[in-house]
T-cell receptor, first 114, second 114 residues
């Protein structure tokens, strides 16, 4: 069975500083990995996805993530955050034979301070 | 084009009642998935429908059920409500029911059970 773990429940950071949100996964088969963002009182918005190919994936709003198979990680990074990046971030994975049955991590609340 | 529409956005029920939530997917999308989001359990997969057929079901009791209509619109029903059913219920749609497809989420239906 697949599992997704987000190692930090909260990450405080100052505006314009870099940030990394950590995600580890475990699966016995190939997986597709995603990062979603959720703003208050809204649904989830896709930031980026890893399906195959290049391990460095670029997404929207300046975010990127690197798939590391040996470390079973998919960490999300941004070189310079803005106040508007304050939100909850979710890492998710789905096994390649599991339809749209995503497994989500517990979420990381990114708090950007002025 | 219009996004995923969920109705109602907010509702309050009492224990023992039942509730029906509706989801209209993006036009052309044939797969609809439902997720429950709570502070304690996070985001959990409920079920997935593709072309009116349930393809996957999460680990939820039989009180939780769903269906999909020929126009791809979906409903989920929770009978004999319990306090623990209070949650944000998210619907997501995609063209196909395969993990490589991007899910587009609605804003959710927030259910409060008193």
């Amino acid at each position: 069975a697949q599992s997704v773990t987000q190692l930090d429940s909260q990450v405080p950071v100052f505006e314009e500083a870099p940030v990394e949100l950590r995600c580890n996964y475990s699966s016995s088969v190939s997986v597709y990995l995603f990062w979603y963002v959720q703003y208050p009182n809204q649904g989830l918005q896709l930031l980026l996805k890893y399906l195959s190919g290049s391990t460095l994936v670029k997404g929207i709003n300046g975010f990127e993530a690197e798939f590391n198979k040996s470390q079973t990680s998919f960490h999300l990074r941004k070189p310079s955050v803005h106040i508007s990046d304050t939100a909850e971030y979710f890492c998710a994975g789905v096994e390649n034979n599991a339809g749209n049955m995503l497994t989500f991590g517990g979420g990381t609340r990114l708090m950007v301070k002025p | 084009k219009a996004g995923v529409t969920q109705t109602p956005r907010y509702l309050i029920k009492t224990r023992g009642q039942q509730v029906t939530l509706s989801c209209s997917p993006i036009s052309g999308h044939r797969s609809v998935s439902w997720y429950q989001q709570t502070p304690g359990q996070g985001l959990q997969f409920l079920f997935e429908y593709f072309s009116e057929t349930q393809r996957n079901k999460g680990n939820f009791p039989g009180r939780f059920s769903g269906r999909q209509f020929s126009n791809s619109r979906s409903e989920m029903n929770v009978s004999t409500l319990e306090l623990g059913d209070s949650a944000l219920y998210l619907c997501a749609s995609s063209y196909y029911g395969a993990g490589a497809n991007v899910l587009t989420f609605g804003a959710g239906s927030r259910l409060t059970v008193l």
